[in-house]
């Protein structure tokens, strides 16, 4: 089996009918990424020897008559998901032995003692978790540059970022290191590196995936959502990801449908919504094409063009570069150097004080500082009306605009990044330019509505070809529209499946 050309859902069907196991599969995985991650520096960790044992404990399992949906399916995680000793049978203590960074130097170190409900939940369902993946510190850029682990190279051109900060999960598949991984997004980490990477990107809607486990980030903002090849393998890993968690307070009480059973089902009379901001200023025209070819071939497949108004695109980005740092500087204010983290060495007569100052200065990297910063400062007494109080105005405007534009259609379509992979260094020291790479994703966040990421082809731009996706949005709790959409868009483009030549 080469399982760089198998699909997840090839997979763990093949798996399940004993034509190949579980230990083949993770094993032919594993070569894959020793070979191929010093490249592009998606992995951070590799689970050799515990990886092994637990495609063992599949093969187990599927002996035993267990109809697992991701029977085998080699699977990696963000590196801001916690994984600890508890993952198979009760009382095994084996665990994975592998760190949860965050790519951050203040947590260089750390092993929790617990797991995230989403990781746990791969596991009951056959998947196989082989590594963890690089992303920029706490999740905060758009690049995976800000790590301390070093960029993550996008597999289409090693001279360009893969897009963050889920940039490790979505160059890891598209390299065919693994079928499915898992990012998380809170302002666009899902869909912005599935598009420069180009995979499918799904980010539920708030509250359909638990985010026990998640090392909080903005936590108003944070969703856990898949990273596939395909949308059939999107889809198949969203159900098993999504359901009501105790354990997470923001969990939705909400069924989840079977959408990958009905992917092949169109959406009759499809309402195809594109924003007038969609071919706005700072799109680049090679994006544009692209949305263009995808509004064309949706329409050839029986949708209707709508145009809609989403009028505070600007204004999102504006008011999420407030929400998100005011929420990040109250969750990371935990990480001070005495309970757990990197702890400072003290000087003679230093005390509390500088043992916060010097194990946060030393552990956070600069972007994680710049953000802190700017979330304490908008929090703080005589800017917080001014500030934060009038951000979370216009994040409930944002809102209405939504659904508005839902009134006139079924699904909103419109890029997911406004041009094609950067150079790495590119936008590094110009913050704002490195920002504005989500102005068409922070929106649905702050809306707390799903969307997914389709690639939509290529472009050429100084003799390579890198990818380009668009983005389907939907109304909350519609996953079913929204990958039925997405299925239709990928069988409308028909898209010959491209592997690249990584140097």
């Not at 065919?176 to 898992?182: E, F, I, K, S, T």
């Not at 979330?375 to 951000?391: F, K, N």
């Not at 406004?418 to 504005?436: H, Q, S, T, V, W």
């Amino acid at each position: 089996m080469k399982v760089a050309a198998r699909s997840a859902g090839e997979i763990a069907m093949a798996v399940r009918s004993r034509s190949a196991t579980a230990t083949q599969v993770v094993s032919l995985t594993l070569d894959r990424i020793e070979a191929v991650n010093p490249a592009i520096n998606a992995f951070v960790d590799i689970f050799k020897a515990r990886a092994m044992s637990a495609a063992e404990d599949v093969d187990a399992r599927i002996a035993k008559g267990e109809n697992l949906p991701l029977a085998g399916v080699p699977v990696a995680l963000k590196d801001n998901m916690c994984l600890g000793p508890d993952l198979h049978a009760p009382g095994d203590t084996r665990g994975y032995g592998g760190r949860t960074t965050c790519a951050s130097r203040i947590l260089e170190n750390y092993r929790s003692p617990f797991t995230a409900t989403a990781a746990q939940r791969l596991i009951e369902a056959g998947a196989v978790i082989v590594g963890k993946t690089n992303l920029d510190e706490f999740a905060m850029g758009s690049s995976t540059e800000w790590s301390i682990f070093g960029p993550t190279r996008n597999p289409w051109d090693t001279e360009r970022v893969a897009g963050g900060s889920s940039g490790g999960s979505a160059a890891a598949v598209a390299a065919g290191l693994v079928p499915l991984a898992l990012g998380s997004d809170t302002g666009g980490s899902i869909r912005q590196p599935a598009s420069h990477c180009g995979v499918v990107g799904v980010k539920p809607t708030y509250g359909r995936v638990s985010r026990y486990g998640l090392a909080a980030f903005a936590s108003s903002l944070d969703q856990i959502g898949p990273m596939g090849a395909t949308v059939a393998d999107a889809a198949l890993a969203l159900e098993v990801l999504c359901g009501h968690d105790p354990l997470d307070s923001t969990s939705a009480p909400r069924a989840v449908p079977a959408w990958s059973a009905e992917l092949g089902r169109p959406v009759e009379a499809l309402r195809l919504g594109v924003p007038k901001q969609a071919r706005g200023a700072g799109v680049q025209p090679e994006v544009t094409a692209a949305l263009d070819r995808a509004v064309e071939a949706l329409r050839g497949a029986g949708g209707k063009f709508v145009e809609v108004d989403l009028p505070l695109t600007d204004e999102g980005i504006a008011a999420y570069y407030i929400i998100a740092p005011a929420e990040a500087s109250s969750n990371l204010a935990r990480f001070d150097g005495v309970r757990y983290g990197r702890r400072a060495a003290l000087g003679p007569g230093e005390g509390l004080f500088e043992l916060y100052c010097k194990s946060r200065g030393e552990g956070f990297g600069d972007e994680v500082r710049r953000r802190i910063m700017l979330g304490t400062h908008v929090l703080s007494a005589g800017y917080h009306d001014a500030y934060y109080t009038t951000a979370q105005k216009v994040r409930r405007r944002v809102l209405d605009d939504f659904s508005r534009a839902f009134a006139a259609c079924d699904v909103i379509v419109m890029p997911a990044a406004p041009g094609p992979a950067f150079g790495i260094g590119e936008k590094l020291n110009d913050p704002l330019a490195m920002y504005l790479e989500d102005v068409f994703t922070v929106g649905v966040n702050l809306a707390g509505l799903p969307g997914v990421t389709v690639p939509a082809g290529f472009v050429s731009e100084a003799g390579r070809d890198l990818p380009v996706g668009v983005q389907i949005i939907a109304p909350a709790f519609e996953e079913g529209v929204m990958l039925r959409a997405a299925a239709m868009l990928e069988r409308a483009l028909a898209l010959p499946r491209r592997n690249p030549v990584i140097s």
